[in-house]
């Protein structure tokens, strides 16, 4: 029986990847309270994303 | 790197995925949890995140071991490997995955730990119970008893997005 998990996890795989979501369980979008006023996004990776996308100096 | 050293998150937000399992044959099975593994090696605890141990001693996933919570990337994989529910002994439905996750080319992923979100509306309901006398747990009793929403299997990018899962491969 073990044999047929291993069967699934075959061929290349990636390095690890690191999953910590601010919310857990995760909600649905509309079930989720609003931000209060001042606070920062939830939404950390994206704020790191958007960092990176620096114009080139002129 | 060194044990005890702390990485980055590279996500703040779960992995989506799709997966399906069996249907606990039996009512002894039934008390371990009504979503077993396909090779019933295993038994997700009603309506619990599903944590991952390895009888090796180690954390899982880890490489090189069988360890950890498995699901495909998303439904069209999941199909595509034959593992969508085809009859009334197996469900299948959309989870969320976090703490160490290992992806693989092929499309699915092994993680710490994942939580069940909602289930799919397959096309292969539970039949009546029969005259054995023998109750057997149904997807209607396993939707009860999670309290989860059935969506379409087109429906599976939209039910991500909106739950703020990271999706790959589609």
Not at chain 2, 4 to 20: F, H, Q
Not at chain 2, 21 to 27: D, I
Not at chain 2, 37 to 59: F, I, Q, Y
Not at chain 2, 136 to 158: H, Q, S
Request: net charge neutral.
């Amino acid at each position: 029986m073990v044999h047929m998990i291993r069967m699934v996890r075959r061929g290349k795989e990636k390095r690890e990847e690191i999953y910590e979501p601010v919310e857990w369980p995760p909600k649905r979008r509309e079930d989720r309270e609003p931000p209060r006023r001042g606070e920062p996004s939830p939404n950390p990776e994206r704020r790191r994303e958007r960092r990176r996308e620096k114009v080139p100096a002129k | 790197m060194s044990e005890g050293e702390v990485r980055t998150p590279d996500y703040s937000r779960a992995i989506a995925g799709a997966r399906a399992w069996r249907l606990a044959p039996t009512l002894w099975a039934r008390m371990g949890g009504l979503l077993w593994s396909h090779a019933m090696l295993n038994a997700w605890t009603d309506r619990e995140e599903k944590v991952a141990e390895c009888d090796m001693g180690h954390p899982a996933p880890a490489e090189g071991c069988s360890c950890g919570v498995y699901a495909w990337q998303n439904v069209d994989v999941m199909r595509r490997e034959g593992y969508a529910p085809k009859d009334h002994q197996h469900i299948a439905g959309v989870v969320a995955g976090r703490g160490r996750v290992i992806r693989g080319g092929l499309g699915y992923w092994v993680a710490e730990s994942a939580v069940v979100l909602a289930f799919f509306d397959d096309g292969y309901p539970s039949p009546a119970p029969d005259d054995s006398g023998v109750p057997r747990p149904t997807k209607a009793e396993a939707v009860e008893a999670y309290g989860l929403p059935v969506i379409r299997y087109d429906d599976f990018n939209d039910f991500c997005d909106d739950y703020g899962l990271i999706r790959h491969g589609s």
